[in-house]
């Protein structure tokens, strides 16, 4: 009898004490967390692009990226978030041009040809502006009826030896692009 009242006062004790709550706890909050958005998530021209490719070729860090379609034009605007510039651009338009078309129609007066690139391509600096530095442009004759652009607009004050620099880089670049899967 005596071990049947002692579990009963054990049994009285646990679960009197399971009635009080504790009271909320203070959590200190937690660090936001910085996700990693790929370029291509932009779609459009952006579906293209990958800001790690990009920073490999041409070593510009990039991080934001906004896609444009007007008919069978694609364009994508590469950033970085706390930045204007430097800013990249890539335009692709499905094309039925041929290459004596691209050479009549297309490429630039004073524009250097670039070899191993799609059918034909070419490759220029373009003068620094009131608002902007210069600009490194490559254009290209894709393969399967594709005409695409890339161009790098050098923030203000960049001199041009700077921007012919990127234009080498981005001649690599644009090689990596597969502009097929447009």
């Given at each position: 009898m005596h071990g049947r009242i002692w579990l009963a006062g054990v049994a009285v004790v646990l679960t009197a004490?399971?009635?009080?709550?504790?009271?909320?706890?203070?959590?200190?909050?937690?660090?936001?967390?910085?996700?990693?958005?790929?370029?291509a998530s932009s779609g459009g021209a952006?579906?293209?692009?990958?800001?790690?490719?990009?920073?490999?070729?041409?070593?510009?860090?990039?991080?934001?990226?906004?896609?444009?379609?007007?008919?069978?034009t694609h364009t994508c605007v590469v950033r970085a978030e706390r930045a204007i510039l430097?800013?990249?651009?890539?335009?692709?338009?499905?094309?039925?041009?041929?290459?004596?078309?691209?050479?009549?129609?297309?490429?630039?007066d004073g524009a250097k040809k670039v070899s191993k690139l799609g059918k034909i391509a070419y490759l220029r600096t373009l003068?620094?502006?009131?608002?902007?530095?210069?600009?490194?442009?490559?254009?290209?004759l894709a393969t399967e009826g594709r005409l695409a652009t890339l161009r790098w607009t050098?923030?203000?004050?960049?001199?041009k030896a700077t921007a012919e620099a990127v234009a080498g880089k981005l001649v690599n670049l644009a090689k990596a692009i597969d502009t097929r899967r447009m």
């Open positions: 004490g399971c009635a009080t709550e504790a009271g909320p706890v203070a959590v200190p909050a937690a660090e936001p967390v910085t996700v990693e958005v790929a370029a952006c579906r293209l692009l990958d800001f790690a490719v990009i920073a490999k070729h041409t070593g510009g860090r990039f991080d934001v990226a906004a896609a444009s379609e007007r008919g069978d430097p800013e990249l651009t890539l335009t692709v338009t499905e094309t039925s041009i041929d290459k004596s078309t691209f050479t009549m129609d297309v490429l630039p003068p620094k502006t009131a608002k902007v530095g210069p600009s490194a442009e490559v254009g290209w050098c923030p203000r004050g960049t001199d």
